[in-house]
């Protein structure tokens, strides 16, 4: 038997492009290993989905599993907790982000507007994407279990976009003013408009200008 699969799960947070993984269209009979690996991204993407969907703490193991027509116990091969599995989304969710986000040949507001492009377009390609846009600040909260709290909470990614800030204020393209504040407004309104189209997928993107425009000097 031959398999057709192409499974992607990709992240933009914080600038970066993460894939847990990709198969590519070739048609050949896939391996032990790429069938672990297919049933862990599946795992995974359905945990999303209700971590989002119901809560955290509403989410069962059982109920991942069914959704998955799994059993529980396989589900456990893979995660050995509903923590274990919470704890890897937010891992890949935040890995990345203590690289270097800026790109010296774009001036600074043309290297936000492609950060908030990029961000817009993938949500569009997968309401995955989008979600996480949901469970990262939820996994900073009091309440959620201690470890994943703390690595929510590991990285502030405001403070990637500081030092664009400081250069288009320099160039006079940026408005004036603290630049964490800048970088806060700007980056609380894209996950605000991310976070309304994981909730409901029929909300249109705004442009990506409008966002830019927060920060815009005129």
């Known amino acids: 038997m031959k398999y057709e699969i192409i499974i992607i799960f990709t992240f933009i947070i914080n600038g ?33 989905e209700l971590f ?9 193991t059982i109920d991942i599993a069914n959704a998955l027509n799994i059993s529980e116990g396989l589900l456990f091969h ?18 990345g982000t203590n690289k270097e986000i800026i790109n010296n040949n774009l001036k600074p507001l043309d290297q936000l507007l492609k950060y908030v492009t990029d961000i817009f377009n993938a949500v569009k390609l997968d309401i995955n994407f989008a979600r996480m846009f949901v ?14 709290r703390e690595l929510a909470l590991s990285v502030n990614i405001i403070d990637l976009y500081i030092p664009i ?11 004036q003013g603290d630049p964490f504040i800048l970088s806060n407004a700007l980056f ?31």
Do not use: H, W
Not at 52 to 60: C, I, L, R
Not at 135 to 148: C, N, Q, S
Not at 192 to 217: F, K, Q
């Open 16 to 48: 970066v492009i993460i894939s847990l993984s990709k198969y590519s269209t070739n048609g050949d009979i896939m391996t032990r290993q790429e069938q672990k690996e297919k049933r862990r991204i599946e795992i995974l993407y359905k945990g999303l």
């Open 52 to 60: 989002v969907e119901k809560g955290y703490d509403a989410t069962k």
């Open 78 to 95: 893979y995660f050995k907790t509903k923590e274990d599995l919470y704890y890897e989304l937010v891992r890949l969710g935040i890995n």
């Open 135 to 148: 469970l990262m600040p939820e996994a900073t909260k009091i309440g959620t279990p201690k470890r994943v």
């Open 165 to 175: 800030i400081i250069k288009g204020q320099e160039e006079g393209t940026i408005k």
């Open 188 to 218: 609380r309104s894209i996950y605000g408009v991310c976070e309304g189209y994981a909730l409901d997928s029929n909300n249109t993107l705004p442009d990506p200008s409008l966002m830019i425009d927060i920060i815009r000097r005129y």
